[in-house]
């Protein structure tokens, strides 16, 4: 051991020299710069290769007269990590290094040092781009140990829900579990987990303003938010033990953004689109949805001009949830006072009367147009190549006024007979499946059978196996309106998908060639440009088609930089959930960290063990039944972001392996995903 120590410089903590990260390591460095600004850092030193720091004292000798020095006026000393690699903005490395406490004696405190030491070489990379920092590129900090009678980790911004007006705080004073404070910038208490009676908090109010004092001087130095530890003595003197960037802050939404969701335009555009087929099929939808709120009045027409009711993200569909009625307003009150939408509805109202009873008239004809029209297109081998862009372009006027339709018979003419599309396909298969026909007789004799088929541009996907339907098929002719129109709002997307297949055979027969998958990422104005006059675009090469298994959407949220930030749908209660710790959202199948791992591997757990953290990249999911946000395991879970839920009751005999699960990082919601029910429910449908 001597010949470690031997090896190694002593920097005092409140040098100059301590301020630089490459030299002291950036905890001990932060540590100086706090100390020099005056902040209450406990005073210590720092052990450097001797090569950092010419000049220092080296060797044995200076090591054992800094440590007895510190020693004399310390009842144990604390050793621990300073790498140049941890506690910096782009990682924290959080307790992935060992640090040894209470450490007494000279050779224990050799020992604490090799410790230290050692650890540094047992660390491996979780980064492709991370260096393993090795025995050579670690310092060692050594300060007094303080046993505090409260402490705990502080956030000086919530980086789950990417506020900097709340500050997070995780205390506690050795004898109870531990309590989470939510603060605002103000001192003011928010809210506490596990709730806390009045006069028996860990943090007093004189200890909280303290502490929101400290972290707004901590902030000042730093020049941004700040995750601390910090310690009251028994004197009652508060510390700072550690202060080091944030490193993963949630995006937060923009005040007023909208709350969007998959809703029921999901049902139509299940899967992830390509570019062309969102211009295709996304832009009508949203055009003829527009139409129809704007008919029953539904919005004011200067909103509906500025905003599209439907839009994608990531290639999902998504639709706003408000202009669709699918959540209450946010401001009823202010609604039912507003003499606008009640004046706007009454102007609506003669409509809305005349087309009740018109609109089974007005869909009856829209579909038989359709149908004539879909029925006289020739074969796509028989059009030129402008009739086939021709055919395509129609397709998109005729599915706005279909959107439109469909949605003003499902708000104005109910269910109707209750029959759907997706069962009279489901019927017509069974009994064609009885009768031996294979799938291309099935689809030529039965289009409806296209409700069962998601819209693509690409190969069609096959049709469901044994479905286990009984019902007897009763003719498209049967359906109710809703379902007519639904029906051929997919016709015609099919129809747009034969053409688009066929001229993507014919550009690569030509000179411009660039396939249907590259065909794909055109826009619709780039296709027209591409058939018309063999012009692609320059950037087509570089273009990267989204992959279809994408994660899905949650059910409510609104973008932060283009990136969905979950929000728990109003109405919402789950009592089994937990405590969101960010990351995002995610699906995938449920692991307890033994054997092999699943390819969408959602970690549950009852702890959030730091030996877990080379696990954590490619994780889908992360489930803990307790911690919290603060934990070294979830700040490392957000920089890989890996959603995340912590505090899940009963996660671990809830969530067996194997099974599906969705976690949702901002709310906590975790969500088993049970196929077999599934199956049942729709059966008894």
Same mark, same amino acid.
């Given at each position: 051991?001597?010949?470690?120590?031997?090896?190694?410089?002593?920097?005092?903590?409140?040098?100059?020299?301590?301020?630089?990260?490459?030299?002291?390591?950036?905890?001990?460095?932060?540590?100086?710069?706090?100390?020099?600004?005056?902040?209450? $850092?406990?005073?210590?030193?720092?052990?450097?290769?001797?090569?950092?720091?010419?000049?220092?004292?080296?060797?044995?000798?200076?090591?054992?007269?800094?440590?007895?020095?510190?020693?004399?006026?310390?009842?144990?000393?604390?050793?621990?990590?300073?790498?140049?690699?941890?506690?910096?903005?782009?990682?924290?490395?959080?307790?992935?290094?060992?640090?040894?406490?209470?450490?007494?004696?000279?050779?224990?405190?050799?020992?604490?040092?090799?410790?230290?030491?050692?650890?540094?070489?047992?660390?491996?990379?979780?980064?492709?781009?991370?260096?393993?920092?090795?025995?050579?590129?670690?310092?060692?900090?050594?300060?007094?140990?303080?046993?505090?009678?409260?402490?705990? $980790?502080?956030?000086?911004?919530?980086?789950?829900?990417?506020?900097?007006?709340?500050?997070?705080?995780?205390?506690?004073?050795?004898?109870?579990?531990?309590?989470?404070?939510?603060?605002?910038?103000?001192?003011?208490?928010?809210?506490?987990?596990?709730?806390?009676?009045?006069?028996?908090?860990?943090?007093?109010?004189?200890?909280?303003?303290?502490?929101?004092?400290?972290?707004?001087?901590?902030?000042?130095?730093?020049?941004?938010?700040?995750?601390?530890?910090?310690?009251?003595?028994?004197?009652?003197?508060?510390?700072?033990?550690?202060?080091?960037?944030?490193?993963?802050?949630?995006?937060?939404?923009?005040?007023?953004?909208?709350?969007?969701?998959?809703?029921?335009?999901?049902?139509?555009?299940?899967?992830?689109?390509?570019?062309?087929?969102?211009?295709?099929?996304?832009?009508?939808?949203?055009?003829?949805?527009?139409?129809?709120?704007?008919?029953?009045?539904?919005?004011?027409?200067?909103?509906?001009?500025?905003?599209?009711?439907?839009?994608?993200?990531?290639?999902?569909?998504?639709?706003?949830?408000?202009?669709?009625?699918?959540?209450?307003?946010?401001?009823?009150?202010?609604?039912?006072?507003?003499?606008?939408?009640?004046?706007?509805?009454?102007?609506?109202?003669?409509?809305?009367?005349?087309?009740?009873?018109?609109?089974?008239?007005?869909?009856?004809?829209?579909?038989?147009?359709?149908?004539?029209?879909?029925?006289?297109?020739?074969?796509?081998?028989?059009?030129?190549?402008?009739?086939?862009?021709?055919?395509?372009?129609?397709?998109?006027?005729?599915?706005?006024?279909?959107?439109?339709?469909?949605?003003?018979?499902?708000?104005?003419?109910?269910?109707?007979?209750?029959?759907?599309?997706?069962?009279?396909?489901?019927?017509?298969?069974?009994?064609?499946?009885?009768?031996?026909?294979?799938?291309?007789?099935?689809?030529?004799?039965?289009?409806?059978?296209?409700?069962?088929?998601?819209?693509?541009?690409?190969?069609?996907?096959?049709?469901?196996?044994?479905?286990?339907?009984?019902?007897?098929?009763?003719?498209?002719?049967?359906?109710?309106?809703?379902?007519?129109?639904?029906?051929?709002?997919?016709?015609?997307?099919?129809?747009?998908?034969?053409?688009?297949?066929?001229?993507?055979?014919?550009?690569?027969?030509?000179?411009?060639?660039?396939?249907?998958?590259?065909?794909?990422?055109?826009?619709?104005?780039?296709?027209?440009?591409?058939?018309?006059?063999?012009?692609?675009?320059?950037?087509?090469?570089?273009?990267?088609?989204?992959?279809?298994?994408?994660?899905?959407?949650?059910?409510?949220?609104?973008?932060?930089?283009?990136?969905?930030?979950?929000?728990?749908?109003?109405?919402?209660?789950?009592?089994?959930?937990?405590?969101?710790?960010?990351?995002?959202?995610?699906?995938?199948?449920?692991?307890?960290?033994?054997?092999?791992?699943?390819?969408?591997? $959602?970690?549950?757990?009852?702890?959030?063990?730091?030996?877990?953290?080379?696990?954590?990249?490619?994780?889908?999911?992360?489930?803990?039944?307790?911690?919290?946000?603060?934990?070294?395991?979830? $700040?490392?879970?957000?920089?890989?972001?890996?959603?995340?839920?912590?505090?899940?009751?009963?996660?671990?005999?809830?969530?067996?392996?194997?099974?599906?699960?969705?976690?949702?990082?901002?709310?906590?919601?975790?969500?088993?995903?049970?196929?077999?029910?599934?199956?049942?429910?729709?059966?008894?449908?």
């Amino acid at each position: 051991m001597g010949h470690t120590v031997a090896r190694l410089a002593v920097v005092p903590l409140d040098s100059e020299r301590a301020q630089d990260p490459a030299v002291t390591g950036a905890k001990a460095a932060n540590l100086a710069r706090s100390a020099v600004a005056g902040l209450p $850092v406990l005073p210590g030193f720092v052990l450097v290769p001797s090569d950092r720091a010419p000049g220092a004292a080296i060797g044995e000798e200076a090591v054992r007269d800094a440590w007895r020095a510190l020693d004399a006026g310390a009842e144990a000393l604390v050793v621990r990590s300073s790498s140049a690699h941890e506690d910096t903005e782009d990682s924290s490395m959080a307790g992935r290094f060992d640090s040894v406490l209470d450490v007494r004696g000279w050779e224990a405190f050799t020992a604490a040092v090799r410790t230290v030491l050692d650890s540094a070489r047992r660390v491996r990379p979780l980064r492709p781009t991370e260096e393993a920092p090795g025995d050579d590129g670690m310092a060692v900090l050594v300060q007094p140990m303080l046993r505090a009678a409260v402490g705990g $980790v502080m956030f000086t911004a919530d980086p789950v829900a990417g506020r900097t007006d709340r500050m997070l705080v995780s205390a506690v004073d050795g004898s109870t579990q531990g309590v989470r404070y939510q603060l605002t910038r103000f001192a003011r208490l928010v809210r506490t987990e596990p709730a806390e009676p009045a006069g028996q908090r860990l943090l007093t109010h004189r200890r909280i303003t303290r502490l929101v004092t400290l972290a707004k001087r901590t902030e000042r130095v730093f020049g941004g938010p700040q995750d601390m530890e910090f310690g009251f003595d028994a004197d009652g003197k508060l510390w700072l033990f550690q202060a080091r960037p944030i490193t993963a802050m949630s995006a937060r939404p923009a005040p007023g953004a909208r709350l969007l969701g998959p809703g029921p335009v999901a049902e139509t555009l299940p899967g992830v689109l390509q570019p062309l087929e969102e211009d295709l099929w996304v832009t009508p939808m949203s055009h003829g949805l527009t139409l129809a709120l704007d008919i029953a009045g539904a919005a004011p027409r200067r909103t509906l001009r500025k905003l599209p009711v439907v839009t994608t993200v990531g290639g999902r569909v998504a639709a706003d949830l408000r202009l669709l009625g699918a959540v209450p307003s946010a401001h009823p009150v202010l609604d039912f006072i507003n003499p606008a939408p009640g004046a706007r509805r009454a102007g609506a109202a003669w409509r809305i009367g005349r087309l009740t009873s018109a609109l089974p008239l007005l869909a009856t004809d829209l579909m038989a147009d359709v149908d004539r029209a879909l029925a006289d297109i020739p074969e796509t081998g028989q059009l030129l190549g402008g009739q086939l862009l021709d055919a395509v372009s129609w397709g998109r006027e005729v599915l706005s006024s279909l959107h439109a339709q469909e949605s003003l018979a499902g708000a104005l003419l109910g269910p109707g007979s209750g029959a759907t599309g997706a069962g009279e396909a489901l019927a017509a298969l069974a009994e064609g499946r009885s009768r031996g026909l294979d799938e291309e007789e099935l689809l030529a004799r039965h289009p409806v059978l296209m409700a069962l088929l998601p819209p693509t541009l690409g190969a069609p996907a096959p049709l469901p196996g044994h479905t286990g339907w009984t019902a007897l098929p009763r003719g498209v002719g049967a359906l109710p309106v809703r379902e007519g129109l639904r029906l051929r709002i997919r016709w015609v997307q099919e129809m747009q998908a034969r053409m688009v297949r066929e001229l993507a055979v014919r550009l690569r027969a030509g000179q411009c060639a660039p396939g249907l998958s590259r065909l794909a990422l055109l826009s619709w104005e780039e296709l027209v440009l591409a058939t018309e006059e063999g012009v692609l675009p320059e950037d087509l090469h570089e273009r990267v088609p989204r992959t279809p298994d994408a994660d899905p959407l949650p059910a409510a949220f609104r973008l932060a930089d283009g990136v969905p930030v979950a929000e728990l749908p109003p109405g919402r209660r789950n009592s089994g959930d937990g405590q969101g710790a960010g990351g995002g959202f995610g699906t995938g199948i449920a692991w307890d960290g033994r054997g092999e791992r699943p390819e969408h591997a $959602v970690l549950v757990v009852r702890s959030l063990d730091p030996a877990l953290a080379p696990v954590l990249p490619g994780l889908a999911g992360l489930v803990a039944e307790t911690g919290s946000a603060l934990s070294h395991l979830a $700040v490392l879970a957000r920089e890989f972001k890996v959603p995340t839920a912590v505090g899940v009751p009963g996660a671990v005999d809830r969530f067996p392996g194997g099974v599906a699960l969705t976690v949702d990082g901002a709310t906590g919601a975790v969500t088993q995903q049970n196929a077999e029910n599934t199956q049942g429910e729709e059966s008894a449908a």
